[in-house]
């Protein structure tokens, strides 16, 4: 049941449906990291602003800063508050890797050998690397 605590968890199940979080204007606010105006949307749908600094590890006065007009910009924070609250990192732009299930692995171009693919990976790190081609090859 949302609002319970998990086996072993400290914090409480988000009492939010994570419906909310696909909505198209949610979908925009978490797009663009405006948190103010996602708490004011957790807010219509509830919470209290106790509620959502529990979930969040804020304080409430932190919270009534960010309704308030405080940005919040940092990665560490942006972290905190979208797994307190629940919401799937990808949809805050703060993945860590390719998304959950849509790791693909294309084939290398038609008449591209693995010799010639494995030349232009390390060309790419080299570039990576130093900037620039070290040795014309």
């Not at 972290?79 to 959950?100: F, H, K, N, Q, W």
């Not at 693909?104 to 570039?127: C, F, N, Q, W, Y």
């Amino acid at each position: 049941m949302a609002g319970t605590p998990a086996a072993g968890s400290e914090k409480p199940t988000p009492p939010i449906d994570p419906a909310l979080y696909y909505r198209a204007d949610v979908r925009a606010v978490l797009a663009v990291h405006d948190i103010g105006a996602l708490f004011r949307v957790l807010m219509e749908a509830g919470l209290t602003q106790r509620t959502i600094a529990a979930l969040t590890g804020q304080a409430q006065s932190e919270v009534a800063e960010i309704l308030a007009g405080r940005k919040v910009e940092d990665y560490d924070p942006l972290v905190r508050i979208a797994e307190g609250l629940g919401i799937p990192r990808e949809l805050m732009g703060l993945s860590y890797g390719a998304y959950r299930k849509e790791v693909t692995v294309v084939d290398p171009l038609a008449g591209m050998s693995s010799e010639m693919l494995r030349k232009h990976v390390l060309a790419l790190g080299e570039i990576a690397v130093f900037g620039a081609r070290s040795r014309n090859r």
